[in-house]
C-alpha cells in the first residue's frame, strides 16, 4: 500500500489543522498532547501524522522523511525553502513578526542616530534582511526562546519576535515598534513526492484548497 506521511507540529498548528484534515476524512488515532507518540496513525491506513518540532518540519520534508508538513512563514524563512513546494496558505496560527523594545527606549532616536542596537531573536536570517533593507544598524543575538526576557536584564535593546494579542509583550513592559510581516502557517510538500505520490498528495491539497476558499475571511 502506497502510504503519506504529514509532519506537524503540536500546540496551535496541530488544534488548528484538525478541522483542515477532518474535511478530507483524516481523523488521528491519537493526541499529541497527552500521548508520547511521535507517530500518529488516523482513520485513513494509508495516512499518518509526525509530532516534530515546529523549525524541524522544513527539514523533514525537504529530505522526504515526510510528504508534506505544515509550517509557519517565519520557520520557512529561516529554513530557506529547499526542495520544499509551498502550494497554500492554510492561513492558520496567524501571529505578526514585530521589533518590540522596553517601554522606555526611544527606538525612532536610535535609528535616527545611527546607534548599533543589540536585537535577540531566533529569527536572525529575517531579522538581518529586514535591518539591512531599513540602512538600520544591529548586532543581533541568536536566542532560542523567552526572547522577551534579554531586554530586561541588558542582554539587548530589542527583540524580534512573534506576537499575536500582545499580552507577553505587556506583562513584561515591552512595546511594538515595527511589523516586519504578517504569519501564518503553509503546506509544504517535497517536490519529488509531489510527483511520485500525486495520487495520494494532490487530492489532499485540493481538499484542503477548496476547505480555505469556503471559509471566510477571519
Ligand atoms: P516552543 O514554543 O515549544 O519553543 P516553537 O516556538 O518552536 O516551540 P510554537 O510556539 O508552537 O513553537 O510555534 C509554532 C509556530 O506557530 C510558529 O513557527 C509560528 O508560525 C506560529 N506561532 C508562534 N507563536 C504564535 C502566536 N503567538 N500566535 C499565533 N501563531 C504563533
Ligand atoms: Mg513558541
Redesign the pocket.
Given at each position: 500500500m502506497e502510504r503519506i506521511t504529514l509532519a506537524l507540529?503540536k500546540?496551535?498548528?496541530f488544534t488548528e489543522t484538525l478541522p483542515l484534515l477532518a474535511a478530507a476524512g483524516i481523523v488521528p488515532q491519537d493526541d499529541p498532547e497527552t500521548s508520547r507518540r511521535l507517530i500518529l496513525e488516523t482513520n485513513r491506513p494509508e495516512v499518518r501524522l509526525l509530532i516534530v518540532?515546529?523549525?524541524d518540519v522544513p527539514t523533514y520534508v525537504q529530505y522526504g522523511a515526510a510528504d508534506l508538513g505544515i509550517?509557519?512563514?517565519?520557520?520557512l524563512l529561516e529554513h530557506g525553502g529547499q526542495g520544499l513546494y509551498q502550494p497554500l496558505d492554510l492561513r492558520i496560527?496567524?501571529?505578526r513578526l514585530c521589533v518590540a523594545v522596553p517601554e522606555g527606549f526611544d527606538y525612532g532616536a536610535a535609528v535616527q542616530l545611527g546607534s548599533r542596537i543589540r536585537v535577540a531573536t531566533k529569527y536572525l536570517k529575517t531579522a538581518k534582511a529586514h535591518f539591512a533593507a531599513k540602512g538600520v544598524h544591529v548586532d543581533l543575538i541568536k536566542l532560542?526562546?523567552s526572547m522577551e526576557l534579554a531586554p530586561l536584564v541588558g542582554l539587548a535593546d530589542a527583540i524580534v519576535d512573534?506576537?499575536?494579542?500582545g499580552n507577553t509583550l505587556r506583562a513584561n513592559h515591552l512595546v511594538e515598534v515595527e511589523e516586519i510581516m504578517s504569519?501564518?502557517?503553509r503546506l509544504i510538500v517535497n517536490q519529488a513526492a509531489l510527483k511520485l505520490k500525486r495520487t495520494l498528495v494532490q487530492p489532499l491539497i485540493d481538499t484542503f484548497a477548496e476547505t480555505l476558499h469556503d471559509q471566510p475571511d477571519a
Open positions: 507540529s500546540g496551535r498548528i518540532r515546529a523549525t509550517a509557519g512563514r517565519d520557520v496560527a496567524r501571529c532560542y526562546g512573534l506576537v499575536s494579542s504569519i501564518s502557517s
